[in-house]
T-cell receptor
Framework: DAGVTQSPTHLIKTRGQQVTLRCSPK?????VSWYQQALGQGPQFIFQ???????QRGNFPDRFSGHQFPNYSSELNVNALLLGDSALYLC????????????FGQGTRLTVV | GESVGLHLPTLSVQEGDNSIINCAYS??????FIWYKQESGKGPQFIIDIRSNMDKRQGQRVTVLLNKTVKHLSLQIAATQPGDSAVYFC??????????????FGTGTLLAVQP
């Protein structure tokens, strides 16, 4: 049983470009959340998707958008990249009936130059 | 504003000793508190959680204590091993409608186990 998988593992983009990160949830999970983790900091919640809709959103600008597909996989899109968007982007999946335990992927390391 | 934070950014212990990692939170309305372990180059790994109506919960070599009076959370690791070296985060959950809740993380504590 594969856990949460994210792609790509590493990515380098130029300021102003757009990027798409992908996440496949753990088998049986239907909810996907995205987090941004700056170096030396705790993860910060970006948004959460359930039933292909955004259910919750953290304090991130509209440049950050997402999508969930019928197979529960998800994408995170960031437009007009800024240097400050450089971070580890984590995807976490869970089952809606569970109230706490979320499984995290290994993350995508995004570097904006 | 509401936040979850840690008292100690770095904790160094000898192999075999017990470790205690502390965390302070500000929102007494939080439903759950969770400890995650994050090793270098990996995503956070669930360790243990505790409901707000509990004071203590034990797992394998780990114990989480919740003191709601002073809004304090701690993670105790018994017989600390080199493999326990990692960054530990406490997180709280808040949410709505019974759906899986977003996690609010603290800054993290680096646990360094000395042989």
């Amino acid at each position: 049983d594969a856990g949460v998988t994210q792609s790509p593992t590493h990515l380098i983009k130029t300021r102003g470009q757009q990027v798409t990160l992908r996440c496949s949830p753990k088998s049986g999970h239907d909810t996907v959340s995205w987090y941004q983790q700056a170096l030396g900091q705790g993860p910060q919640f970006i948004f959460q998707y359930y039933e292909e809709e955004e259910r919750q959103r953290g304090n991130f600008p509209d440049r950050f958008s997402g999508h969930q597909f019928p197979n529960y996989s998800s994408e995170l899109n960031v437009n007009a990249l800024l240097l400050g968007d450089s971070a580890l982007y984590l995807c976490a999946s869970s089952f809606v009936e569970a109230n706490t335990e979320a499984f995290f992927g290994q993350g995508t390391r995004l570097t904006v130059v | 504003g509401e936040s979850v934070g840690l008292h100690l950014p770095t904790l160094s212990v000898q192999e075999g000793d017990n470790s205690i990692i502390n965390c302070a939170y500000s929102n007494s309305a939080s439903d759950y508190f969770i400890w995650y372990k994050q090793e270098s180059g990996k995503g956070p790994q669930f360790i243990i959680d505790i409901r707000s109506n509990m004071d203590k919960r034990q797992g394998q070599r780990v114990t989480v204590l919740l003191n709601k009076t002073v809004k304090h959370l701690s993670l105790q690791i018994a017989a600390t091993q080199p493999g326990d070296s990692a960054v530990y985060f406490c997180a709280e959950t808040r949410g709505y409608g019974g759906a899986t809740n977003k996690l609010i993380f603290g800054t993290g504590t680096l646990l360094a186990v000395q042989p």
